[in-house]
């Protein structure tokens, strides 16, 4: 998956673009998470998981750099 694609889907889904880089288990712990947050928050709380996911892709975009 493009870097572009990734951070769009990454503003919708977090978890999910979390997944598409390659964490499963990560990806399944923000969903438990983030699921709940979303409910009893209201959708403020939606941020967070936002730049979370950004920081994982640009991480994921520094190592493929490295290689």
């Given at each position: 998956?493009?870097?572009?694609?990734?951070?769009?889907?990454?503003?919708?889904?977090?978890?999910?673009?979390?997944?598409?880089?390659?964490?499963?288990?990560l990806a399944i712990f923000v969903f438990l998470i983030w699921v709940p947050?979303?409910?009893?928050?209201?959708?403020?709380?939606?941020?967070?998981?936002?730049?979370?996911?950004?920081?994982?892709?640009?991480?994921?975009?520094?190592?493929?750099?490295?290689?």
């Open positions: 998956m493009s870097y572009p694609m990734n951070y769009v889907l990454a503003l919708l889904l977090p978890p999910l673009s979390i997944l598409l880089l390659g964490r499963p288990f947050a979303l409910i009893f928050s209201g959708g403020l709380t939606h941020p967070m998981f936002i730049v979370l996911a950004w920081i994982l892709i640009l991480q994921s975009h520094e190592d493929h750099r490295a290689r």
